[in-house]
């Protein structure tokens, strides 16, 4: 994403990548979800910190050496391309403060990345020198804050005479890096079952209290579901709202895709199935669907599939109840009940209401809540399309 390539990568058998990417600095990007002006400058380190800890823990899965097909990088050799990015966007970031106007040298991506054998890298090396990259821009970004505006205006040239600003450049930066995360998604989903496999007993204990704004949307889905209805669960975790639902008259399925949670269920007495809402067999019909707080860790280009099998598995007039957190794009997150990284994509209500009535639900309301760090969350009550 960083320049057009000047020669075809034939050794690596990877398409080189021409695209001119400037414009998500104007419009969102419809595959991460990243929304350029919707970054607040302050979050700027941060967000490329838990990011790089993020590819530290997805270079730690296995066969991050392998790639998916010939022509696509594996998670090593993207990680090792968003390392460099980190060093290129120093040296410029640099230079832009230091010169007026100044011209960068050409980098290609695709060139460096048979040259320097990414894909021999080693992933334990990698990772530290990505997290140390990440943190040395992240640190010329933080002492930037509060830096006057004339600071961020300041202006630095591609060869090709394309112009970028500190504030633009700074914002395509997280950009890139954050969409390639977007491109290992599948090992990055494995990464954060690993991080709930490792904390189950405690995020459930962590979790285990309802708050009010859980409790009403029980109540919701009990109330339109009806005593005896039988609701799928997805992400049941610990089995809280399990319980809470059976408590309120309604028979429950659990299940997770977390194996620590199956097992933690099942210690408890309870039945308890793996199941990837993505891939497996849903069974059904059932007369409700209740996935709180599980789907957000979905990527984006796969929520719609995720939302069409549970309508499919969901009777006519059946209901829905689902809760995301609410933002933009995508991001790994080492806050919070678990420490261990973990991926999650955030929702925008007009999209996510789209999303749902293409995948076959009528969306009754979404009701916004703050969470108990200040994020804020939307809450969906949707019922099954009876056309």
Not at 16 to 27: F, G, I, M
Not at 119 to 137: F, H, N, R, S, T
Not at 267 to 290: K, M
Request: proline fraction near 5%.
């Amino acid at each position: 994403m960083i320049e057009s390539s000047t020669q075809s990568d034939v050794e690596s058998g990877i398409e080189p990548d021409t695209k001119d990417w400037t414009w998500v600095l104007r419009e969102p990007c419809p595959e991460c979800g990243f929304v350029a002006a919707g970054l607040d400058r302050a979050d700027l380190g941060r967000l490329l910190r838990d990011d790089a800890v993020g590819w530290a823990t997805v270079l730690r899965q296995p066969g991050v050496s392998q790639r998916p097909d010939p022509a696509t990088w594996s998670p090593l050799e993207y990680a090792c391309h968003v390392r460099d990015v980190h060093r290129i966007f120093g040296e410029r970031l640099a230079l832009m403060l230091d010169q007026d106007e100044p011209t960068f040298a050409n980098w290609d991506q695709d060139v460096t990345a048979v040259e320097d054998r990414y894909d021999l890298q080693d992933p334990a090396v990698v990772g530290p020198e990505l997290v140390a990259a990440a943190e040395a821009i992240a640190a010329q970004y933080d002492a930037l804050v509060d830096a006057p505006e004339e600071t961020w205006a300041r202006r630095g040239l591609r060869d090709n005479g394309s112009e970028f600003t500190v504030d633009s450049i700074a914002r395509y930066h997280l950009h890139d890096v954050l969409h390639h995360s977007h491109d290992v998604r599948r090992t990055a989903g494995r990464a954060t079952v690993s991080a709930y496999d490792g904390n189950a007993v405690d995020y459930s204990e962590a979790t285990w209290e309802l708050n009010d704004e859980v409790r009403a949307e029980l109540d919701w889905l009990a109330g339109v579901v009806g005593p005896g209805g039988a609701v799928l669960e997805i992400g049941s975790a610990g089995g809280r709202d399990a319980i809470a639902l059976e408590e309120r008259g309604l028979t429950v399925r659990r299940t997770d895709v977390t194996p620590a949670f199956v097992e933690l269920m099942r210690s408890r007495g309870y039945d308890a199935e793996l199941l990837d809402p993505l891939t497996d067999d849903l069974g059904g019909p059932y007369d409700g669907v209740w996935a709180s707080a599980c789907l957000l860790h979905v990527e984006r280009t796969d929520l719609p599939i995720v939302l069409r099998r549970l309508a499919e598995a969901t009777r006519p007039g059946g209901s829905l109840g689902l809760s995301l957190k609410e933002g933009d794009g995508e991001e790994w997150s080492v806050h919070g009940t678990v420490q261990a990284p973990r991926k999650f994509t955030y929702w925008r209500e007009a999209p996510l209401r789209a999303l749902l009535a293409e995948a076959g639900w009528v969306v009754r309301d979404v009701v916004h809540g703050v969470g108990l760090r200040g994020q804020t969350w939307l809450a969906v009550r949707a019922s099954r399309s009876t056309a």
